[in-house]
């Protein structure tokens, strides 16, 4: 089991924010610095559920900080301030739908990153982006013209925003002229693939990272924090969906070899991430069906839709589907022996919300937390210039995508033979160091 037994932590039934009887029953809990507000709410078996802070109450309880943002920040940090031509300069590859709406606005947004160069088939399209993100015109480059980039000092990391079955070739590219790599997710449509874009950025001496914003976000850390302090007790199960209804039958994502498979890779991986992220622990077994109907001319190549049940040394499981023929929704429910954490929505852009089950003085209750709107891009992005700066291991790097994608070949298999299918434990950590947590 992974669970701490202590009698302390088994009978504890305290709110994690250890506030007060009153302040714990009705309180507007407020996490100073991220902008996070809690609403504690009395279960079933307690009073009515409380709507909002009550007038006069003592109604201000700090949630913990991650991490006191008095304490000195970590040595090689930029300064958040610093001319903008002292940031860590990126290469956008790909100036599709995630760059134009996510990414080069996140970069705006980011503290220690620029966008300094743009990768695109279309040089039009390239320089009118350009001219919008100040990215001069000497610096569009086109896929012909990708190892240029390696002419241009101001580009340090490859940003590869390209279909999934183009990230090894591109991540492999950029690795060979010197440029750190941070890659979309899925990481490849392949282990084989995922295992030379490690070793090509390792014979580099470049760090590569995989795009796993969600392992940035703070509700997503917030949970695997409480799970790590053991405040769920003993995990025993994951439930996790990830699901929308995709149109165009002859768009990259539903063909085989630049997708790599269907809603699995692209967006089921959020469920797999999640629970490996999560619970701190690796899947060892995997049993899963797909399922893709004979009359649906978008499902000519790839799967409409998957279920996997992921078995975990301790004991937990995962249960998680992805669809990429129903409405838009996104959620997941990790459950302890003593409470319970949900996201729904999960794994989005923005309007995450997060609630926690658990017993509060005897009773059952509900923590609803919310938080100001914050830019996962930028975060992930920040994240990969600070490892720049101080020659560290990003968190999510490439073992963390090749793992996943591991797990995904071992689903496939599973869902082919119908058989349940042994998935080879890592060797080492998939994961480096933690992000600073003062940067959120
Ligand atoms: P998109 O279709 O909008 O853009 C893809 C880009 O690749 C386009 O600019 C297209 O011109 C270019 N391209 C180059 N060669 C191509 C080819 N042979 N076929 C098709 N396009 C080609 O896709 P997107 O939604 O921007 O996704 C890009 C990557 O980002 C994918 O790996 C995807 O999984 C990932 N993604 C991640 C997130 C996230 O939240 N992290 C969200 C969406 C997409």
């Not at 009698?7 to 039934?13: C, E, R, V």
């Not at 009550?54 to 991490?67: R, Y």
């Amino acid at each position: 089991m992974n669970s701490d037994d202590s009698p302390d932590h088994i009978n504890d039934s305290r709110p994690p924010e250890h506030a007060s009887g009153a302040q714990s029953r009705r309180g507007f809990l407020q996490r100073s610095g991220t902008g996070m507000a809690a609403l504690l709410m009395a279960g079933a078996s307690g009073p009515a559920l409380a709507a909002a802070a009550t007038p006069g109450a003592p109604n201000s309880v700090k949630l913990p900080l991650i991490q006191d943002p008095n304490t000195e920040p970590a040595e090689n940090t930029p300064d958040p301030n610093a001319e903008p031509d002292r940031r860590v300069g990126y290469a956008i590859v790909g100036l599709g739908r995630l760059s134009l709406n996510q990414i080069l606005p996140a970069l705006s947004a980011s503290k220690y990153s620029r966008v300094v160069a743009l990768v695109s088939g279309d040089a039009e399209k390239a320089k009118k982006i350009g001219r919008q993100y100040g990215v001069r015109e000497s610096a569009i480059y086109t896929y012909q013209t990708y190892e240029k980039l390696a002419d241009n000092p101001e580009v340090q990391v490859v940003y590869i925003v390209l279909p999934n079955g183009m990230h090894a070739e591109y991540t492999i590219r950029a690795a060979a002229i010197g440029k750190h790599v941070l890659c979309e997710k899925p990481m490849a449509v392949s282990s084989a693939e995922c295992q030379r874009m490690i070793e090509a950025c390792k014979k580099a001496n470049r760090l590569l990272m995989i795009a796993y914003r969600s392992q940035y976000e703070p509700m997503d850390r917030m949970i695997a924090k409480w799970v790590k302090e053991k405040q769920l007790g003993p995990l025993h199960e994951f439930i996790a969906g990830n699901s929308q209804n995709v149109g165009d039958p002859t768009q990259w994502r539903l063909k085989l070899a630049l997708a790599g498979g269907g809603p699995l890779p692209d967006v089921g991986i959020y469920c797999l991430n999640a629970a490996r992220f999560l619970s701190g622990e690796e899947p060892f077994e995997v049993f899963a069906t797909t399922y893709k109907p004979d009359d649906d001319p978008r499902f000519k190549e790839v799967e409409q839709s998957v279920q996997f049940l992921l078995r975990f040394p301790s004991g937990l499981t995962a249960t998680c589907m992805a669809s990429y023929a129903s409405h838009e929704s996104r959620f997941f429910r990790l459950q302890g022996a003593q409470g319970w954490a949900e996201m729904n929505p999960a794994f989005g852009y923005n309007g995450l919300q997060l609630r926690k089950g658990q017993l509060v003085e005897g009773k059952n209750a509900q923590i609803q937390i919310g938080i100001d709107p914050v830019d996962q891009f930028a975060r992930e992005i920040d994240h990969m210039s600070l490892c720049v700066v101080r020659g560290q291991t990003p968190h999510t790097p490439g073992e963390e995508g090749l793992q996943d994608q591991r797990i995904v070949e071992a689903i496939y298999e599973s869902a082919r033979t119908r058989r349940a299918v042994k998935i080879a434990v890592p060797a080492g950590p998939t994961r480096g160091p933690d992000p600073d947590e003062e940067n959120f």
